[in-house]
């Protein structure tokens, strides 16, 4: 089994303890994580610097960057927003509170994350994914295509310039151009087994370099790109990033369009270019488990 980061969805919750708890996360599996909470979050509300408490099954963690150990069952992570003696009701959500750097989490199978790179077959899918995308629209004139040019320009003989018997010649300036590309398809079909064995090479080596991301879910209430950019700074993406969704969310496609260097991609429609062109692969866990359906 490879691991990959686990982001957790961080579900708000009215209940209580000594405050208002303004986030609960239930689990129910054993993990290796740090808990990274900003100590210093300010709270917009009242412009003031506040803390976060963190509790690990009703035990206060004292420090937000302390380690749970693979042996502790996490069941429930309480999350409580101080500001000096006052409890504030937050909503904490992905952006301040992180789950990140476990050792055991998502475990994928192998016969998709876990196989031995093919670069050969990869090269060969990306060449022919690069040629299919080409429009083949160029176009340019011969010399029998190009206007005028019908009169030889001066006799064969006696002015001392070379033979010449059209002024649309190519070595003329206005001339034609010597074997002009014209209009073309460039596409061309690979077998499905070579498809099917570069995606899976793609991924196993994004597995293998740790920069697969799998989250629980992304929820997107409005089409919001702050807050989008602000997820992909809570899971360690601020680069180019490739989110892929199970089903079409107009949200977050909407939201993340305008990030350089973000793209977003249904599961059904992903690419061995895309992929290989990403610095960190994000993919919901129900497109996870879509993609160990289709290519196990």
């Not at 708890?21 to 909470?37: H, M, P, Q």
């Not at 206060?60 to 006052?86: C, Q």
């Not at 010449?164 to 014209?182: D, E, L, N």
Request: charged share 25%; glycine share 6%.
């Amino acid at each position: 089994m490879h691991t990959m980061q686990l982001v957790a969805n961080v579900a708000t919750t009215n209940a209580s303890r000594n405050g208002v708890v303004v986030a609960k996360l239930e689990r129910n599996v054993d993990y290796t994580f740090s808990v990274f909470v900003d100590p210093t979050y300010i709270d917009e509300a009242t412009d003031t610097y506040g803390r976060f408490d963190v509790y690990v099954n009703g035990e206060y963690l004292h420090t937000p960057n302390a380690s749970i150990g693979a042996a502790d069952r996490i069941e429930r992570l309480d999350v409580f927003f101080k500001s000096g003696t006052t409890v504030h009701p937050f909503t904490l959500n992905i952006d301040n509170v992180i789950l990140r750097d476990y050792k055991k989490g998502y475990n994928s199978g192998d016969a998709i994350f876990g196989i031995e790179p093919n670069e050969s077959v990869v090269h060969d899918v990306v060449k022919n994914h690069l040629a299919n995308c080409r429009q083949g629209t160029q176009s340019a004139l011969t010399r029998a295509e190009v206007s005028g040019g019908g009169k030889k320009p001066w006799r064969q003989k006696g002015t001392g310039h070379a033979r010449q018997g059209s002024t649309r010649a190519p070595q003329w300036t206005h001339g034609g151009i010597v074997f002009a590309p014209k209009p073309r398809d460039y596409s061309y079909t690979l077998n499905k087994k070579v498809r099917r064995l570069a995606l899976k090479s793609v991924l196993s080596a994004k597995a293998q370099a740790d920069a697969i991301v799998v989250i629980d879910e992304i929820k997107m209430d409005e089409i919001k790109t702050k807050k989008f950019a602000g997820f992909l700074s809570a899971v360690n993406a601020d680069c180019k990033a490739l989110v892929v969704t199970a089903e079409a969310n107009e949200n977050v496609v909407l939201s993340a369009r305008n990030i350089p260097g973000v793209k977003t991609a249904l599961v059904n429609t992903l690419n061995v270019y895309d992929i290989l062109n990403c610095d960190k692969f994000i993919v919901v866990k129900d497109a996870v488990a879509q993609l160990e359906e289709v290519y196990k």
